[in-house]
């Protein structure tokens, strides 16, 4: 399985992004898929997942009420709508899938490359 995220950039202070992590392999549709996010000199940090379904998401604390997580199974993709964004969330954002253990470490069998936010306020 390959992930591929897009959609990262620099936007101010308010703005909202839309990322998007695309998966290869026929598994995709069966797992949970997560976001995760590092910023220099930071661990890595949960930020949303959901369940293969999309029946369930979680968020961590920072991003509640502000990131909405979603996935489109039939087209493999896993989307993070990030409003209201702030300096804070300034970082590389991971696309994981298939975790081995709770959702919000970062245990994922899958990992994307990543794609760069920054938020400038």
């Known amino acids: 399985v390959q992930l591929v995220e897009s959609g990262g950039g620099l936007v101010q202070a308010g703005d909202s992004l839309r990322l998007s992590c695309t998966a290869s392999?026929?598994?995709?549709?069966?797992?949970?898929m997560g976001w995760f996010r590092q910023a220099p000199g930071k661990e890595r940090e949960f930020v949303a997942a959901i369940t293969w379904n999309g029946g369930n998401t979680y968020y961590g604390d920072s991003v509640k009420g502000r990131f909405t997580i979603s996935r489109d199974n039939a087209k493999n993709t896993v989307y993070l709508q990030m409003n209201s964004l702030k300096s804070e969330d300034t970082a590389v954002y991971y696309c994981?899938?298939?975790?081995?253990?709770?959702?919000?470490?970062?245990?994922?069998?899958?990992w994307g490359q990543g794609t760069q936010v920054t938020v400038s306020s």
């Open positions: 392999g026929r598994t995709f549709s069966m797992s949970t």
């Open positions: 994981a899938g298939d975790p081995r253990g709770l959702y919000a470490l970062p245990v994922y069998n899958y």
